[in-house]
Nanobody, 125 residues
Framework: VQLQASGGGLVQAGDSLRLSCAAS????????MAWFRQAPGKDREFVAA????????SYAESVKGRSTIFRDNAKNTVYLQMNSLTPRDTAVYFC???????????????????WGPGTQVTVSS
């Protein structure tokens, strides 16, 4: 399984970004997906997750209400739309998935076996 995140960059506070994570190596539509992030000097933290069907989602409180995770199974891609960005959103963003087909997503990074290399998001004030 290969995951490749993209869409990061340098933006100003209040701007929006859409991150993408393209997956390959297996049937994408059968697995849940998640986004995590790691800010400098901090532990990696959960951001959002989506079920394999796309019908269920979860968000960290820090992004809830201004972020949307969604997937396009035809394109083998999961997205994270983030609005009203603040400097506290500055981090490397990773997409991740699990190995169990039709499994449930988790808010814990320890449940995810496959990770992409990450994409840097920097929000200036």
């Amino acid at each position: 399984v290969q995951l490749q995140a993209s869409g990061g960059g340098l933006v100003q506070a209040g701007d929006s970004l859409r991150l993408s994570c393209a997956a390959s190596g297996r049937t994408f539509s059968r697995y849940p997906m998640a986004w995590f992030r790691q800010a400098p000097g901090k532990d990696r933290e959960f951001v959002a997750a989506i079920s394999w069907s796309g019908g269920y989602t979860s968000y960290a409180e820090s992004v809830k209400g201004r972020s949307t995770i969604f997937r396009d199974n035809a394109k083998n891609t999961v997205y994270l739309q983030m609005n009203s960005l603040t400097p506290r959103d500055t981090a490397v963003y990773f997409c991740a998935t699990i190995s169990r087909r039709f499994g449930e997503y988790s808010l814990s990074e320890h449940e995810y076996e496959y990770w992409g290399p990450g994409t840097q998001v920097t929000v200036s004030s």
